[in-house]
């Protein structure tokens, strides 16, 4: 037997909605660092060395590319990890963004 | 000013008072509550305006995290710079050590008040190559030369706590 009790009316469950396509998140996506008058090369350099594991000569060309061309694309992949790397290069102070690759 | 390389850290003696008053103001030039350009420029967007997803979660989770991290940094070498408020007579030169493992601090601190000191001045590219201009003449110079010195400092630290070469001008 069961016991009568008050009536609970239970909502529809809300469906949270994913709003990155799996397009999004599988494409290629690039790191890329600007220029920044402030910044000395050297300290820029350190800083591609340490969040990339470059050696200094590639850290050195990518710091190059920036100061001359005004950006350079220090890595490409996949979304989480730029963003990680994006993340680690404003924890430096450099300016940095994550692009989606042509 | 001169710098001696210990095998704890580094030691900066013969500080001068002037020198010495620049070094105590980069707590204080590293806070960007009140400076809304400075602001923009420490805390930049992670992407351009097509990724407004990104740039909205960014503010949220990641911001508050690089704040922590920039706080902390000021807050080591605020630490450190007690050593130049001593009891001596105001205008006796200092002695200021950085420990080997307080580097990465100073390097952040320096860094975040010469962003914050160049985004609040507006300084053209062509200024901050201007390592001559006198620190007398207006606040804009003084400025500027604050910019310079804590760069000047940043060298060091490189070169003599993270082994980095020499090659002096920004990037």
Known sequence: ?102 | MNVRRREDGLEFFEVDPFLAELLRQIPESANVDDAPKAKARLFSAPADESEPELRKEWKEYIEPELQRLFRSSSETVALDLKQLCGKERSFANRTLRIPNEHADAWLNALNQARLAIAARNDFTEGELGDCYRSPIGSRRDLSLFQVNFYGFLQEVILRELCGCGDNGADQ
């Open chain 1, 1 to 102: 037997m069961i016991a009568e009790g008050p009536t609970v009316t239970i909502d529809k469950p809300t469906i949270e909605q994913d709003t990155r396509t799996k397009e999004d998140v599988d494409l290629p996506w690039q790191v890329v660092v600007h220029n920044d008058p402030v910044n000395l090369m050297t300290y820029v350099t350190m800083v591609f060395q340490r969040v990339f594991g470059y050696p200094r000569t590639k850290a050195e060309k990518h710091m190059l590319e920036v100061h001359q061309q005004g950006r350079s694309i220090l890595w490409s992949g996949v979304r989480e990890r730029a963003e990680l790397y994006v993340q680690q290069l404003h924890g430096y102070l450099l300016l940095a963004t994550i692009e989606k690759t042509n």
